[in-house]
């Protein structure tokens, strides 16, 4: 029994040994190595096989003495995604053989990501900048720039953000590091005045779509903005700045006023002007670059915005001589004292002002008498060249048709009359009394239904007058361009003459001849002549000259449904007003006179209270035509020799009433009663 009990003893240490064998670790070791899945490179890694733990060496390579064919190796190292091989899963380590067995090359891959974050304009450091993969993965720049990420997959998105920078996305694919500089998107800066330094609030501020304003503090930030573009900085009494910029991230910049507010007053009164144009030009040679009017002001008061930094404000107020301040910063009164003027002219042709030693003549008369004023035609007023421009006109539709020769120097003509003081208007024919326009452009021309030609009036013998066409734009621009260079050259008003529909006076078959290319509702015509005026006003008040037109002396007491002139509505876009109201040219039994002629004083005084009736509180002043001739195309039982006395009575009818801007005196042939004249003061 004993036996047994030890032969069984000895089988089950056997079988133990057996068990103890199959199961055990193989005294073979384990070897193999680590590398780097992107670079290749070695790792030194930790390895974790049971309760064995070892590193590898600098080579990557490691060495396991005890291990199992059951076990499960586990490889980490920083940086790296943790990686287990089975090692059940490989049949050659079920019988290893000595000296040792080998493993395959294990490749662990990286799961982080480095870098540093710069500016992209100043090439420093960018903190607190959010590096970001997914919501669990991201990191926060320190103040070198620098992050890691940890947990990264192989490939991924990188999403980075930082205030004040345009966002960066970008594909990163098996890498560990990743540097990158991000561009500035934001534009600071402050906006101030130029000329006193303050800071501006609620400016504008514009780059392409975006926009802010400036805060109580001139300050202003703009987001999202470009590498490059053009920054628009406006504010209401600044002049508005267009700055082209790239990659800056501060812009300060100071406004320059533009817009000048201000009061025109009477020097004499100290009262306030009603209606005036105040422009801002850049010289005395070209037209504004500001305008604005006042109409009916009670106060005078006007605001002028869009003026240039250096140039001239000018002032034309009706019942004023004009005046002309210079810009310079903080030059301009905020209070603009006109002084009053009250104009004596007499006429003279474009043949007389032709001839120098002629005109000086008249020059001198106005220097030895109470006159102070010349009106001069620019266009000719003879038969043979009528309408003819008489001096080297510059204006381009004059010089495309030719219509111009130079005999007149006007630049010498009226630097002669400002060294005089004397005040120059510039006589312009419109519709009529311009056979040189008509006869080369007839098509601007009113037509003859008997000829199929340009329509003339002829009122007597030798004398042919042609008519253009009212309607036809091409003529207001015409003699608008003439207008304007007159007024550049320097003469101090524009005269427009004959602004009117044919009278058809002459001949009982002028309304059967005339054909014009519309005929036009009194209404209609009205308010074509009125357009005419509103452009010719804007363009002459803005090359800095007065604007006035001569009316038709019958206009005075109504409007005119035949020549469309209608008081009331012309003076709203004129300075003067001029009825030619000769009392020779009144029927017999007006204003109950048997013959009007022999009352020059009582005519000029009725014709100007019914005129003023119609343009009361508008803007144009009244000065009318004087007859300084007599007439002799009357019945011969009807003509009054006109003397200096009719001319006085005249004058003395128009200086009695209130309401005049002063008179012209009128002789075809330019032969005036100089004894009608008071002495020069």
């Given at each position: 029994?004993?036996?047994?009990?030890?032969?069984?003893?000895?089988?089950?240490?056997?079988?133990?040994?057996?068990?103890?064998?199959?199961?055990?670790?193989?005294?073979?070791?384990?070897?193999?190595?680590?590398?780097?899945?992107?670079?290749?490179?070695?790792?030194?890694?930790?390895?974790?096989?049971?309760?064995?733990?070892?590193?590898?060496?600098?080579?990557?390579?490691?060495?396991?003495?005890?291990?199992?064919?059951?076990?499960?190796?586990?490889?980490?190292?920083?940086?790296?995604?943790?990686?287990?091989?089975?090692?059940?899963?490989?049949?050659?380590?079920?019988?290893?053989?000595?000296?040792?067995?080998?493993?395959?090359?294990?490749?662990?891959?990286?799961?982080?990501?480095?870098?540093?974050?710069?500016?992209?304009?100043?090439?420093?450091?960018?903190?607190?900048?959010?590096?970001?993969?997914?919501?669990?993965?991201?990191?926060?720049?320190?103040?070198?720039?620098?992050?890691?990420?940890?947990?990264?997959?192989?490939?991924?998105?990188?999403?980075?953000?930082?205030?004040?920078?345009?966002?960066?996305?970008?594909?990163?694919?098996?890498?560990?590091?990743?540097?990158?500089?991000?561009?500035?998107?934001?534009?600071?800066?402050?906006?101030?005045?130029?000329?006193?330094?303050?800071?501006?609030a609620g400016a504008d501020v514009t780059l392409?779509?975006?926009?802010?304003?400036?805060?109580?503090?001139?300050?202003?930030?703009?987001?999202?903005?470009?590498?490059?573009?053009?920054?628009?900085?406006?504010?209401?009494?600044?002049?508005?700045?267009?700055?082209?910029?790239?990659?800056?991230?501060?812009?300060?910049?100071?406004?320059?006023?533009?817009?000048?507010?201000?009061?025109?007053?009477?020097?004499?009164?100290?009262?306030?002007?009603?209606?005036?144009?105040?422009?801002?030009?850049?010289?005395?040679?070209?037209?504004?670059?500001?305008?604005?009017?006042?109409?009916?002001?009670?106060?005078?008061?006007?605001?002028?915005?869009?003026?240039?930094?250096?140039?001239?404000?000018?002032?034309?107020?009706?019942?004023?001589?004009?005046?002309?301040?210079?810009?310079?910063?903080?030059?301009?009164?905020?209070?603009?004292?006109?002084?009053?003027?009250?104009?004596?002219?007499?006429?003279?042709?474009?043949?007389?002002?032709?001839?120098?030693?002629?005109?000086?003549?008249?020059?001198?008369?106005?220097?030895?008498?109470?006159?102070?004023?010349?009106?001069?035609?620019?266009?000719?007023?003879?038969?043979?060249?009528?309408?003819?421009?008489?001096?080297?006109?510059?204006?381009?539709?004059?010089?495309?048709?030719?219509?111009?020769?130079p005999y007149m120097d006007l630049r010498k003509?009226?630097?002669?009359?400002?060294?005089?003081?004397?005040?120059?208007?510039?006589?312009?024919?419109?519709?009529?009394?311009?056979?040189?326009?008509?006869?080369?452009?007839?098509?601007?021309?009113?037509?003859?239904?008997?000829?199929?030609?340009?329509?003339?009036?002829?009122?007597?013998?030798?004398?042919?007058?042609?008519?253009?066409?009212?309607?036809?734009?091409?003529?207001?621009?015409?003699?608008?361009?003439?207008?304007?260079?007159?007024?550049?050259?320097?003469?101090?008003?524009?005269?427009?003459?004959?602004?009117?529909?044919?009278?058809?006076?002459?001949?009982?078959?002028?309304?059967?001849?005339?054909?014009?290319?519309?005929?036009?509702?009194?209404?209609?015509?009205?308010?074509?002549?009125?357009?005419?005026?509103?452009?010719?006003?804007?363009?002459?008040?803005?090359?800095?000259?007065?604007?006035?037109?001569?009316?038709?002396?019958?206009?005075?007491?109504?409007?005119?449904?035949?020549?469309?002139?209608?008081?009331?509505?012309?003076?709203?876009?004129?300075?003067?007003?001029?009825?030619?109201?000769?009392?020779?040219?009144?029927?017999?039994?007006?204003?109950?006179?048997?013959?009007?002629?022999?009352?020059?004083?009582?005519?000029?005084?009725?014709?100007?209270?019914?005129?003023?009736?119609?343009?009361?509180?508008?803007?144009?002043?009244?000065?009318?035509?004087?007859?300084?001739?007599?007439?002799?195309?009357?019945?011969?039982?009807?003509?009054?020799?006109?003397?200096?006395?009719?001319?006085?009575?005249?004058?003395?009818?128009?200086?009695?009433?209130?309401?005049?801007?002063?008179?012209?005196?009128?002789?075809?042939?330019?032969?005036?009663?100089?004894?009608?004249?008071?002495?020069?003061?």
């Open positions: 029994m004993r036996w047994i009990r030890g032969s069984a003893l000895v089988s089950a240490v056997l079988l133990a040994l057996v068990v103890l064998a199959a199961c055990g670790r193989p005294e073979v070791p384990l070897t193999g190595s680590v590398f780097d899945a992107y670079t290749g490179k070695p790792v030194v890694a930790t390895l974790n096989i049971g309760d064995v733990q070892i590193t590898t060496d600098a080579n990557g390579v490691y060495q396991i003495d005890h291990w199992s064919a059951r076990d499960v190796l586990r490889v980490v190292a920083s940086g790296y995604e943790p990686f287990e091989v089975n090692l059940a899963s490989l049949p050659h380590l079920e019988r290893p053989e000595p000296p040792a067995v080998a493993l395959d090359p294990i490749t662990i891959r990286p799961n982080t990501l480095s870098g540093v974050i710069t500016d992209l304009y100043a090439r420093t450091p960018v903190a607190g900048a959010v590096v970001q993969v997914s919501e669990e993965i991201s990191a926060t720049t320190d103040t070198d720039g620098r992050y890691t990420l940890t947990g990264v997959p192989e490939t991924f998105r990188v999403t980075i953000t930082a205030d004040g920078y345009a966002p960066l996305v970008s594909d990163v694919a098996r890498s560990t590091s990743f540097d990158t500089a991000l561009r500035p998107d934001t534009l600071r800066g402050t906006v101030t005045d130029g000329y006193t330094g303050q800071p501006i392409g779509d975006l926009k802010t304003t400036t805060d109580s503090n001139g300050g202003y930030t703009l987001r999202g903005v470009p590498e490059k573009g053009t920054v628009t900085i406006s504010a209401k009494g600044y002049a508005s700045l267009d700055q082209p910029v790239e990659r800056i991230t501060t812009l300060d910049v100071a406004l320059r006023p533009d817009t000048l507010a201000g009061v025109l007053i009477d020097a004499r009164t100290k009262q306030p002007i009603r209606n005036a144009t105040v422009i801002a030009t850049v010289n005395l040679q070209s037209s504004d670059v500001a305008m604005t009017r006042i109409d009916n002001s009670s106060d005078g008061a006007f605001v002028l915005e869009g003026i240039p930094e250096q140039g001239y404000i000018q002032v034309l107020a009706p019942g004023y001589r004009k005046a002309v301040i210079e810009l310079r910063p903080g030059s301009v009164p905020s209070t603009i004292e006109l002084e009053p003027f009250y104009s004596k002219a007499l006429y003279v042709t474009a043949a007389v002002a032709a001839r120098w030693n002629l005109l000086t003549k008249y020059f001198d008369i106005i220097d030895a008498t109470e006159l102070n004023a010349i009106v001069i035609d620019v266009k000719s007023d003879l038969r043979d060249d009528l309408g003819l421009v008489y001096y080297d006109s510059q204006a381009p539709m004059v010089r495309e048709l030719g219509t111009f020769k003509i009226l630097d002669e009359a400002k060294q005089r003081g004397i005040y120059t208007i510039a006589r312009v024919h419109m519709f009529s009394h311009d056979n040189v326009l008509a006869e080369a452009k007839p098509e601007w021309a009113a037509k003859d239904r008997t000829t199929g030609g340009i329509f003339y009036d002829y009122p007597a013998p030798g004398i042919r007058y042609a008519w253009l066409d009212p309607w036809n734009e091409n003529v207001w621009e015409y003699n608008i361009q003439l207008s304007v260079e007159a007024a550049l050259l320097g003469f101090d008003e524009i005269q427009y003459d004959y602004i009117r529909f044919p009278s058809l006076e002459f001949s009982p078959t002028d309304k059967d001849r005339l054909l014009l290319s519309r005929e036009g509702t009194p209404e209609e015509r009205w308010a074509n002549i009125t357009e005419v005026l509103r452009r010719s006003h804007r363009a002459i008040n803005g090359a800095g000259a007065f604007f006035s037109v001569d009316v038709f002396g019958y206009t005075s007491f109504g409007p005119s449904k035949l020549l469309g002139q209608n008081l009331s509505m012309m003076a709203e876009y004129t300075d003067y007003i001029s009825p030619m109201v000769y009392p020779s040219h009144f029927s017999p039994g007006e204003f109950g006179f048997d013959n009007p002629a022999k009352y020059p004083y009582e005519v000029i005084q009725k014709s100007m209270t019914a005129a003023l009736r119609q343009i009361e509180g508008k803007r144009a002043l009244l000065r009318p035509w004087l007859q300084d001739f007599t007439l002799i195309w009357a019945p011969k039982e009807m003509i009054v020799e006109y003397t200096p006395k009719e001319v006085r009575a005249q004058i003395r009818a128009v200086e009695e009433f209130d309401a005049s801007a002063g008179w012209i005196l009128y002789d075809s042939t330019n032969i005036y009663h100089v004894e009608a004249l008071k002495p020069a003061e």
